[in-house]
């Protein structure tokens, strides 16, 4: 049997429809608008068509949003300067400075000056401790947007062995905590660039997780027979968007797959506003 596509475009957008009729909710009772401030240094393509995209989604669900566009030479200083004014700025309830930033700036002294209770991207030490710990204030957005796929989808977790390639501090490390939270009670594997023999270990996987930042990584015989496979990754191939799964072979072993596109990747901006109205609602 085929695997079942599961069809992020469709989750994103039922969750993008909550958030709004939720925020007019908001707006009805109280008068706050959430209010999402994008920061964008330099000109690099695929950031300006993420922004952009976070910026449409913002106002097609009824949230307003602001972007300061800095240029690719702004020093430390002047980028952490602003940042300090968005903190102060009441009526703003999310700050987003798109990364990757130029290479003259410290990201993590960037990210680390947001206030945590506007850190929307959830990416600041104090959220990291909080969701480790079971109890976030927000999630991040992509390992988010994956957990609402499993459960939209019902996709068991409790008990089963989740593999996750990748360790990094956006999705793999985020990704890997969430699924051993107690409730969601996966049995977790974190597989990075020095694992050994990584094909027989994501062959034991019953949710096979790939966020590794290389094209089709994943083959047909990495995958067990019947696994649940998500896929991460987003590769620009010869102007194609390529997963780190090669998914023709990939559908043909698993019991449900994200495509790419129309994966993963809608998800992470839906999730982005649900952050931002909860902070707007936590404000
Ligand atoms: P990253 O480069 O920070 O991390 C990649 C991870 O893969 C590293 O931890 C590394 O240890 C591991 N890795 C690298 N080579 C490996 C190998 N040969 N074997 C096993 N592991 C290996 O990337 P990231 O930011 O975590 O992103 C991963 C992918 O997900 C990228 O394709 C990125 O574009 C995509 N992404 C998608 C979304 C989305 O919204 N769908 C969001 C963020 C990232």
Do not use: W
Not at 23 to 50: C, F, K, M, R, W
Not at 176 to 194: E, F, N, P, Y
Not at 256 to 267: D, F, N, R, S
Request: proline share 6%.
């Amino acid at each position: 049997m085929p695997a079942q596509i599961i069809d992020g475009i469709a989750i994103a957008e039922s969750v993008r429809n909550q958030v709004a009729a939720e925020t007019q909710s908001l707006i009805a009772e109280t008068g706050i608008v959430p209010h999402l401030a994008a920061v964008l240094v330099g000109n690099d393509p695929a950031s300006e068509v993420y922004v952009r995209n976070k910026e449409r989604a913002c106002l097609k669900a009824g949230l307003k949003s602001t972007l300061h566009r800095l240029d690719a030479a702004t020093p430390q200083a002047e980028l952490l300067a602003l940042v300090d004014a968005l903190n102060r700025d009441t009526t703003i309830h999310g700050i987003l400075v798109q990364l990757p930033l130029p290479k003259h700036l410290d990201s993590t002294q960037i990210l680390d000056a947001i206030v945590p209770t506007k850190d929307v991207d959830a990416f600041h030490p104090e959220n990291t401790g909080l969701m480790l710990q079971g109890r976030p204030r927000f999630l991040p957005c992509t390992p988010a947007g994956v957990m609402k796929m499993l459960h939209v989808s019902n996709i068991a977790t409790a008990g089963r062995h989740a593999v996750v390639i990748g360790r990094s501090d956006i999705v793999g490390k985020p990704m890997a905590a969430l699924l051993v939270q107690k409730g969601v009670d996966a049995t977790v594997t974190i597989c990075h660039s020095r694992t050994a023999d990584i094909g027989s270990i994501c062959r034991t996987a019953d949710i096979l997780i790939a966020a590794v930042g290389i094209p089709e990584f994943v083959k047909g015989h990495m995958v067990k027979p019947g696994a649940v496979v998500i896929d991460v990754g987003i590769n620009r191939v010869n102007e194609r968007l390529v997963g780190d799964v090669d998914y023709a072979a990939a559908s043909a072993v698993a019991s449900a797959i994200t495509p790419v596109p129309g994966g993963v990747g809608p998800m992470t901006i839906a999730m982005l506003l649900q952050n931002t109205l909860t902070s707007a609602r936590l404000s």
